[in-house]
């Protein structure tokens, strides 16, 4: 049995979308009762990703929210590909919030999902207690989005599940070297789902790639820098950063660490983009953030 409530709700613009919620639990490590954790995904992932940390978090006395972004997983498609862009996105998490009565709440943003939590910071600070920005910043590497734009939306269906994990584990490989067989086939379970003719699918809308594909996606700029200063100097900020990490490199982690002194910073050993946040040293950093937060 699952372990979350699913919640169907819609956006402002009447797309139908879709999140996971996981109940605060009480046991000996759980706190009196505290803000709830939003988790936001990566570019082509799903809320499926948080499987294994949304129920660490829910241990530590916190209801956790993971939401399917728009064009992935079980929210709708959305019929106009320009509204793939984290301005659209931020809307539809502050909607969620507004519809489940929530006026504030900590963000965890992998990759993408760190950049709706920057985008929030600029329209909606204060929805937010504090954040963890995994291997996300706004100064982004030009070979790790190059690599990503290499394969996002562009996976035709595959037949059986043992393609899939190895999809997955051809594009990934560089960045999780220590995955397991039994690993990559978990991953493919999580990305893909078979289609009405038993056809494996990538759970995403391949339009969510265009951006990246047509350089709209840009490695920096002046409203990312904005919104980063603005989130980090104002509200609790936590870097989790992958050691093989392409797109979040040592320069730009230097970058983010002048801009932003009083960031706090846990780097993931021999994980690449993006660790998946159970690691050890993430999981460890993550206990000790929220700990501090309301």
């Given at each position: 049995m699952p372990n979350f409530t699913p919640i169907r709700f819609h956006s402002s613009d009447g797309l139908a979308l879709y999140a996971r919620d996981y109940a605060a639990q009480a046991g000996a490590d759980a706190a009196p009762a505290r803000l709830p954790v939003i988790c936001i995904h990566g570019l082509t992932r799903n809320s499926a990703d948080f499987d294994e940390l949304a129920p660490e978090i829910a241990h530590m006395g916190?209801?956790?929210?993971?939401?399917?972004?728009?064009?992935?997983?079980?929210?709708?498609?959305?019929?106009?590909?320009?509204?793939?862009?984290?301005?659209?996105?931020?809307g539809d998490v502050v909607k969620l919030m507004h519809d489940l009565g929530i006026a504030r709440a900590v963000f965890v943003g992998t990759s993408m999902g760190g950049l709706i939590t920057m985008t929030l910071a600029m329209r909606h600070l204060e929805m937010i207690a504090g954040a963890v920005l995994n291997d996300v910043g706004p100064v982004l590497s030009t070979k790790g989005l190059a690599r990503i734009a290499g394969y996002a939306g562009r996976c035709n269906?595959?037949?059986?599940?043992?393609?899939?994990?190895?999809?997955?584990?051809?594009?990934?490989?560089?960045?999780?070297?220590?995955?397991?067989?039994?690993?990559?086939?978990?991953?493919?379970?999580?990305?893909?789902?078979?289609?009405?003719?038993?056809?494996?699918?990538?759970?995403?809308?391949?339009?969510?790639?265009?951006?990246?594909?047509?350089?709209?996606?840009?490695?920096?700029?002046?409203?990312?820098?904005?919104?980063?200063?603005?989130?980090?100097?104002?509200?609790?900020?936590?870097?989790?950063?992958?050691?093989?990490?392409?797109?979040?490199?040592?320069?730009?982690?230097?970058?983010?660490?002048?801009?932003?002194?009083?960031?706090?910073?846990?780097e993931v050993p021999n994980v690449g983009h993006a660790p998946m946040l159970t690691e050890p040293a993430a999981l460890d950093a993550i206990r000790g953030f929220l700990a501090q937060l309301p």
């Open positions: 916190r209801r956790v929210l993971a939401l399917d972004v728009r064009g992935r997983g079980h929210s709708a498609y959305d019929p106009d590909p320009a509204n793939y862009n984290p301005v659209v996105y931020a269906v595959l037949s059986t599940w043992d393609d899939a994990a190895g999809y997955l584990k051809d594009i990934n490989a560089c960045a999780f070297p220590d995955n397991s067989d039994a690993e990559w086939g978990k991953w493919a379970q999580r990305a893909f789902a078979a289609n009405d003719s038993g056809a494996l699918a990538l759970r995403y809308d391949p339009s969510i790639a265009l951006s990246l594909q047509t350089g709209k996606l840009k490695p920096t700029s002046l409203a990312a820098r904005m919104a980063f200063r603005r989130l980090a100097h104002r509200r609790p900020t936590l870097l989790v950063r992958g050691a093989l990490s392409d797109l979040v490199e040592p320069d730009q982690v230097a970058w983010m660490r002048r801009a932003a002194p009083t960031m706090a910073y846990a």
